[in-house]
């Protein structure tokens, strides 16, 4: 399969502290750190805010040595500074390549992180995990998705990237979550692409996925998966967005043609990068909400069961060299680190095959 020849990774090679972290410690706490820089960042229905972030050089001036953008998208936690220690890890440990890549790390702040480092009220900042599904700043009419597409406009300049060439948008777990429904409604990464930047998105180990229609799976006496109305309706709001299409947030248009989203999104190179052991149905960062819970009792399961349901309505994607590709790593739990330091992950991010991609082991 073709790699991509851009870079752009949202919560790419998580440390495995960052994803033990994420996974057992509460988000209520404010952050230990505030991203050193901030964007003045406008949405298209008139919201305004400055967004925190890292970025590893100096974006102002031209960077013709930069091929390759890497945005860390942090997870529930907030903590920008331990994913973006995390980046520059990975970008010392990528050698060659890691020196013509340039380093973003935004930050989603909440209530707490504003009150307690007493920034200024137009620093963007959201109810608690509302960033991840793209809905809009508690002090203004402004997406987490919006602050995404501002980033990925930016890049697009080629007085200041005369030689971008790669972009990856990937997360593991929490990052994951927000990866995939921004593949699926933003279009930013289509504007890269027109400009001669390519783009992956590379999506390891979500708790949910967005279904396009009001299936779930589940097994039947063979083990083969199966889709059909719910056992169980969760009153009537399993459906609901971040885990299908009704009632999208204000970044999505209300009058948004679904069928034509869905095609366009299974067009987009996307890795989805499962650990085979990611089968705790009782893992604390676990979704166990009824609507989550709708779409399988565990990770693995629930990506196994996405990627069956895509290629059951879109047969395509079982050709060889299909836009989206399901990947295994075999004997992997839910670690971020371990995920995207094995070889498929390396694969996903900086190019190559990845060996175990038609392994089947049973959801």
Known sequence: ??????????????????????????????????ADHQMQVS??????????????????????????????????LRNADVYNASGLAAIKAA??????????TPQFLGQQDVDHWHLSQDTLHWAPEAWMGGEDAMNGAISSFDCVDAILAYLRN????????????????????VVQRYAVVSTAGDLLMRAGIHVRYVIANPS???????????????????????????????????????????????AADWDAIETHYVRRDVVYLLGTKDTDPDHPALDKSCSGEMEGPYRFFRGKAYFTYLEGRHPELKQEGASQQLWFVPGVEHDGDKMFNSPCGLAAVFGGECSSRELAPKP
């Open 208 to 254: 949910s996925y967005l279904y396009f229609s009001p299936q779930r799976p589940a097994l039947n006496a063979k083990e083969e998966f199966t889709f059909g109305a719910p056992s169980k309706s969760c009153m009537g709001h399993y459906n609901l967005w971040k885990y299908g299409t009704e009632k999208a947030p204000p970044y999505v248009d209300a």
């Open 95 to 104: 050698g060659d390549a890691g020196k013509t890549t340039l380093l973003i």
């Open 43 to 76: 949405s298209p229905r008139g919201g305004k805010g400055k967004l925190p972030l890292y970025v590893s050089r100096d974006w102002s001036k031209p960077l013709p040595e930069v091929t390759r953008v890497l945005i860390f998208f942090h997870g529930k």
């Open 158 to 177: 080629k007085t200041i990237f005369p030689n971008l060439k790669t972009v990856i948008i990937g997360g593991h777990s929490g990052g994951a979550q």
């Open 1 to 34: 399969m073709k790699f991509v020849r851009v870079a752009l990774v949202l919560l790419l090679v998580s440390a495995g502290v960052v994803a033990k972290a994420d996974d057992t410690t509460s988000s209520a706490a404010p952050v230990k750190a505030v």
